[in-house]
């Protein structure tokens, strides 16, 4: 959970806070449980080093941009950071970064539309999308054209079908299509998720509001509610070719990952352990793997040849697709697995 009425008292503490703590050790770290490792599962650390801040908030919003890079948003820092996409590096390593603020707002990647986020300030909560520096490329107000009501505050994702954005702020979850010149958009539902994911067949948008509950995008009907009790927050859909397929994994504010097990009465597998303050997640469409965020660094979850999380598993090194890959593009399959949770 997230304090977007407090953001104007809480970011100010949050820099401080982190000027104060950026040099303290960390003496937690997540990993990977004998449950987790038996199913494949494995955890590394993309980048390191953004301090500890008010609350255990860090880095928040994450997305990979068209170039291969990952942009980064250290909100305990006020900065837009670019990072190369390779695990090991630490805060002074980015190839750039600047000045923005975005605090509580995730970052999503919208197919060949670039990294979109939201703004804090005078534009409060307004859709925007950036260069490849992390810089504003354009800003669509909420008070005026046709973003005019779009507010947003907290969780975002792209479809993997249309290239949609999903996001949520102001006690709805939007679809907004940036395929054109101005952006549009339409309510899903009156609710106010957390963090937020799609399913792989793009029918399902699923969201952390204490449980972890599922809406469909085209109706708006609530399809699942699933109690997890780590304090969910960000999420990702699982495709691949074995019993993996479907299902969900869960990052949580008390330093867990939880894979909710669809296939078994949506058993809990408690898969990593021992981290910060679990937050936001984000695919990463080139390998298949899910960045997890925690209070003081980014890690990187992956679940073993022919898995995604969050993204099609990458093609074996012959270059065949993978089975889940050719169901999520071919619109049939993939969707099985969801079929499940419709009432």
């Known amino acids: 959970m997230k304090f977007p009425h407090l953001r104007h008292h809480i970011v100010p503490c949050m820099v401080l ?70 695990d090991g590096q630490t805060l002074a390593g980015a190839i750039s970064h600047t000045s923005f603020v975005s605090f509580p707002p995730a970052y999503a990647t919208a197919n060949n539309n670039g990294v979109l986020g939201a703004t804090y300030g ?14 504003v490329n354009t800003l669509y107000s909420n008070s005026s054209g046709t973003t005019s009501g779009l507010v947003i505050t907290n969780g975002m994702w792209a479809n993997p079908t249309n290239g949609h954005i999903l996001a949520t702020g102001g006690g709805r979850i ?28 793009g029918t ?17 009907a609530q399809v699942l509610s699933i109690s997890v009790g780590n304090s969910p927050d960000g999420m990702g859909v699982i495709s ?10 869960v990052n ?32 990463d469409p080139t390998n298949g793997s899910l ?23 990458p093609p074996p090194p012959d270059g065949t697709p993978e089975p889940a890959s050719l169901f999520m593009f071919g619109g049939g399959l993939a969707g099985l697995a969801f079929l499940r949770f419709r009432k």
């Open 291 to 313: 960045f997890v965020t925690q209070s003081n660094e980014i890690d990187r979850l992956t679940c073993g040849a022919g898995c995604g999380i969050g993204a099609p598993p």
């Open 174 to 201: 939007y679809d907004i299509d940036v395929s054109g010149a101005a952006p549009t958009f339409r309510i899903v539902t009156n609710a106010s998720p957390d963090g937020i994911s799609v399913s792989p067949d």
């Open 122 to 135: 005078s534009q409060n909560n307004s859709l925007v999308k950036f260069n490849a520096d992390g810089t």
């Open 240 to 249: 691949s070719s074995n019993s993996l397929n479907g299902d969900i994994i």
């Open 17 to 86: 806070a982190t000027m104060i703590f950026a040099n303290a050790k960390i003496a937690k770290a997540i990993a990977i449980t004998p449950a987790g490792a038996a199913l494949g599962f494995s955890v590394s650390t993309f980048v390191s080093g953004f301090g500890v801040a008010g609350f255990g908030v860090g880095p928040l919003g994450v997305a990979v941009e068209s170039n291969g890079n990952v942009l980064v948003d250290a909100s305990n820092l006020n900065q837009n950071y670019v990072f190369s996409d390779t």
């Open 204 to 220: 399902i948008v699923y969201g952390a509001t204490g449980n972890v509950v599922g809406w469909n995008i085209a109706t708006g």
């Open 252 to 283: 949580g504010n008390n330093g867990t990952i939880v894979l909710i097990d669809v296939h078994n009465s949506n058993a809990l597998i408690t898969i990593a352990n021992g981290g910060t303050r679990g937050d936001y997640t984000s695919p």
